[in-house]
């Protein structure tokens, strides 16, 4: 998935993802494809 797609799918939560394409570009990092590992249930 993409930041976009996840932000998309999970609006206001806390989540775990893992880089599973990545590259560096004018020294940052950039993330191309990403994979959800948890998310977390933020009560209160």
């Given at each position: 998935m993409e930041w976009q797609d996840i932000r998309e799918h999970y609006?206001?939560?806390?989540?775990?993802?893992?880089?599973?394409?990545?590259?560096?570009?004018?020294?940052?990092?950039?993330?191309?494809q990403l994979a959800l590992v948890t998310q977390y249930i933020v009560v209160g």
């Open positions: 609006p206001q939560q806390w989540l775990l993802v893992e880089a599973i394409k990545a590259h560096s570009q004018a020294n940052k990092r950039v993330l191309e």
